[in-house]
């Protein structure tokens, strides 16, 4: 799997960055993208990209702020023109996301050639997909928003051909039996299909916050996480300050990294502030500290490799 950033400021977007979007590749598990918040101008970043929006079919918003969902009305209409023609789209989000789609739709009567289903989510949210279970939970922004946790399919053992032929089972039909039921029966004897397979390999889980201040429920979506994606609007400075604006100071970020035993962070939303050298300058000097879990600020364009 793959995550590329296409926007990374916060609030406003800046000559080197947009406000948020982030899109999640699903090979090889699907062949398809998931869109997580679609800021101002998503569509023009996508543009630089190999990226097709027929392709992306689901979008998840975290929350209802216009710096994370002010892109979609262009985004959805010209996915009509972009290779989406009769492919369905489900579009995830708080209460409120159908309605302002909707309208805004309505209003400019642009028209889509394809259908969209809205799920809007509360506190108990979790949707299954191809193998993926995505589930999320309310965080503390001042305005509902929210956070995902994304885990990925597990893929099971290969086939153990030494341990079949141990038994005078030798390559052939009888291999997708193994694969996939749990007994098979071989010269009048039922084996346990496990005992035949390597250990299956759980797949990634990634978690992806909405804005939001420190709270109880951000260490179960984190836990764990191979890969996590936060903002970190203030990344230097009073914590109080950022707090009080409901958002994260860099060091709620580390405490979140720690306790919830994050394997790689991914840090984005940073001030609208700061150009990239600035924020490289702040970057050497937090790395300093060798108490610093290990996290990367991302940039526009930026892909990963899960
Ligand atoms: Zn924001
Ligand atoms: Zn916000």
């Given at each position: 799997?793959?995550?590329?950033?296409?926007?990374?400021?916060?609030?406003?977007?800046?000559k080197?960055?947009?406000?948020?979007?982030?899109?999640?590749?699903?090979?090889?598990?699907?062949?398809?993208?998931?869109?997580?918040?679609?800021?101002?101008?998503?569509?023009?970043?996508?543009?630089?990209?190999?990226?097709?929006?027929?392709?992306?079919?689901?979008?998840?918003?975290?929350?209802?702020?216009?710096?994370?969902?002010?892109?979609?009305?262009?985004?959805?209409?010209?996915?009509?023109?972009?290779?989406?023609?009769?492919?369905?789209?489900?579009?995830?989000?708080?209460k409120?996301?159908?309605?302002?789609?909707?309208?805004?739709?309505?209003?400019?009567e642009?028209?889509?050639n394809?259908?969209i289903?809205?799920?809007?989510?509360?506190?108990?949210?979790?949707?299954?997909?191809?193998?993926f279970?995505?589930?999320?939970?309310?965080?503390?922004?001042?305005?509902?928003?929210?956070?995902?946790?994304?885990?990925?399919?597990?893929?099971?053992?290969?086939?153990?051909?030494?341990?079949?032929?141990?038994?005078?089972?030798?390559?052939?039909?009888?291999?997708?039996?193994?694969?996939?039921?749990?007994?098979?029966?071989?010269?009048?004897?039922?084996?346990?299909?496990?005992?035949?397979?390597?250990?299956?390999?759980?797949?990634?889980?990634?978690?992806?916050?909405?804005?939001?201040?420190?709270?109880?429920?951000?260490?179960?979506?984190?836990?764990?996480?191979?890969?996590?994606?936060?903002?970190?609007?203030?990344?230097?400075?009073?914590?109080?300050?950022?707090?009080?604006?409901?958002?994260?100071?860099?060091?709620?970020?580390?405490?979140?990294?720690?306790?919830?035993?994050?394997?790689?962070?991914?840090?984005?939303?940073?001030?609208?502030?700061?150009?990239?050298?600035?924020?490289?300058?702040?970057?050497?000097?937090l790395?300093?500290?060798?108490?610093?879990?290990?996290?990367?600020?991302?940039?526009?364009?930026?892909?990963?490799?899960?």
């Amino acid at each position: 799997m793959e995550v590329t950033f296409f926007g990374t400021s916060a609030g406003l977007p800046t000559k080197e960055r947009n406000t948020q979007a982030i899109a999640l590749n699903l090979e090889p598990f699907s062949n398809s993208i998931w869109l997580f918040d679609v800021g101002e101008g998503t569509q023009h970043q996508i543009l630089h990209h190999s990226i097709k929006l027929g392709k992306v079919d689901h979008i998840f918003i975290t929350h209802m702020h216009g710096d994370h969902i002010f892109g979609l009305p262009g985004l959805l209409t010209s996915r009509s023109f972009q290779g989406g023609e009769d492919k369905p789209l489900t579009v995830i989000g708080p209460k409120g996301l159908q309605q302002y789609i909707e309208t805004s739709l309505r209003l400019s009567e642009s028209h889509l050639n394809y259908p969209i289903t809205y799920i809007e989510i509360d506190n108990q949210f979790t949707y299954h997909h191809k193998g993926f279970t995505v589930s999320a939970k309310l965080l503390n922004h001042g305005i509902p928003s929210y956070g995902y946790r994304i885990e990925s399919p597990t893929t099971p053992g290969t086939i153990d051909v030494e341990a079949l032929k141990s038994i005078g089972l030798y390559p052939g039909p009888k291999y997708q039996e193994v694969k996939a039921y749990d007994n098979f029966e071989h010269e009048g004897q039922i084996y346990n299909s496990e005992d035949f397979k390597g250990p299956a390999k759980p797949g990634p889980i990634i978690s992806i916050f909405g804005d939001t201040k420190p709270c109880q429920s951000e260490l179960s979506i984190a836990r764990d996480s191979d890969v996590m994606i936060h903002e970190a609007t203030y990344i230097e400075g009073e914590k109080t300050l950022a707090n009080n604006y409901h958002h994260s100071h860099i060091e709620d970020v580390f405490c979140l990294i720690k306790q919830a035993n994050v394997k790689r962070s991914l840090i984005t939303h940073l001030s609208n502030r700061y150009n990239y050298d600035e924020i490289d300058t702040i970057r050497h000097q937090l790395k300093a500290n060798e108490n610093v879990p290990h996290f990367e600020f991302v940039k526009d364009f930026d892909t990963f490799k899960i």
